[in-house]
C-alpha cells in the first residue's frame, strides 16, 4: 500500500492492517500486526500458518538467497489451490503456485511485495518495475493515484509513461513529479512522458485498470476518443 493511502485513510481515524492473498489462497497468504507502532505501509507481514514462501528467478529456479533479494513469488500450502475448476492439470509445479507476484522477503520474515511480473517493463533490454516508480510517486501528497505502463518506442522497444491524477485543487510541474525518482531509481527508469488524467481507469476491485489505461493512451496517441485525456501531455527530454 503506498504511503500516502495509509496517511489519507488513517487521517480519517481508520487503522489499516495491512495483508496480502489471492483467491488461490483461500485468501489469506500473509498478515501484519495492526497493533505495531513500527509498521510500514509496504509490508505485507508474515505467512499464514501453514503458508511457504519461495523467490525463484524468471524460470521457476529458487534463488539461492532467500531474504533482501527481490524474485518472482511461488507459495504452497494446504489451502493453495491444486487445479483450476474443469482443468486437469495441476496450477502448481512440483506443489509450489506461481502468483505472478515480484517480491522480497525481508530479515523478519516479512513479505515485500514489489509489482506484477505482467507489468514489467523491457526498455533496451533492461527491466523496469513501474510499481517502485508509482510508490515514490504516489508518496507526493499532490497525486491521487499514478500509474507507470509501457508504451511502444521504435529505438527501446518500451518507454515508460507516467499516469497522474492530481488530488483535488493540486498542481504540480512535469520536473516536480519525477524529481523524487531522481536520486531513487536508474537514471533510464525515469518516464520519458507525464499524462495527466482528471480520473485514471479503475478495474473493480477498485485498483487502476491498466488493460484499460494502456488502450486509452494508444488510442489517444491515434487520435481516438482519448485525446482529451491526454490534452494536458508534455514530453520531457
Known amino acids: 500500500m503506498p504511503h500516502s493511502l495509509m496517511r489519507r485513510i488513517e487521517a480519517r481515524g481508520i487503522a489499516v492492517q495491512t495483508t496480502w ?4 489462497l483461500s485468501p489469506l497468504g500473509t498478515s501484519a500486526a495492526p497493533d505495531d507502532p513500527l509498521r510500514d505501509p509496504s509490508l505485507s507481514g508474515r505467512p499464514a500458518i501453514g503458508i511457504d514462501l519461495m523467490l525463484t528467478d524468471a524460470d521457476g529456479q529458487p534463488l539461492p538467497e532467500q531474504r533482501d533479494v527481490e524474485g518472482h513469488l511461488h507459495v504452497r500450502g494446504p489451502t493453495v489451490v491444486e487445479r483450476y475448476f474443469g482443468e486437469t492439470e495441476p496450477a502448481t509445479r512440483d506443489g509450489w503456485f506461481d502468483t505472478g507476484d515480484l517480491a522480497r522477503i ?93 480520473r485514471l481507469p479503475l478495474a473493480g476491485t477498485g485498483k487502476i485498470d491498466k488493460l484499460r489505461l494502456r488502450a486509452i493512451l494508444l488510442d489517444g496517441e491515434s487520435g481516438g ?4 485525456a491526454r490534452d494536458n501531455k508534455r514530453v520531457n527530454g
Do not use: F
Request: glycine share 10%; no cysteine.
Open 21 to 24: 492473498g489471492m483467491t488461490e
Open 106 to 198: 525481508d530479515a523478519a520474515g516479512n513479505l515485500v511485495i514489489t509489482g506484477r511480473a505482467k507489468d514489467l517493463i523491457k526498455s533496451g533490454g533492461e527491466w523496469i518495475n513501474p510499481q517502485e516508480i508509482e510508490s515514490i510517486v504516489g508518496g507526493l501528497p499532490e497525486v491521487a493515484l499514478a500509474a507507470v505502463v509501457g508504451q511502444p518506442h521504435p529505438k527501446w522497444g518500451e518507454r515508460p509513461v507516467l499516469v497522474v491524477e492530481m488530488s483535488e485543487g493540486a498542481e504540480l510541474s512535469d520536473e516536480a513529479l519525477l524529481a523524487p525518482l531522481r536520486d531513487r531509481v536508474a537514471s533510464w527508469w525515469i518516464p520519458d512522458e507525464v499524462v495527466r488524467m482528471a
Open 225 to 228: 476518443g482519448a485525446t482529451n
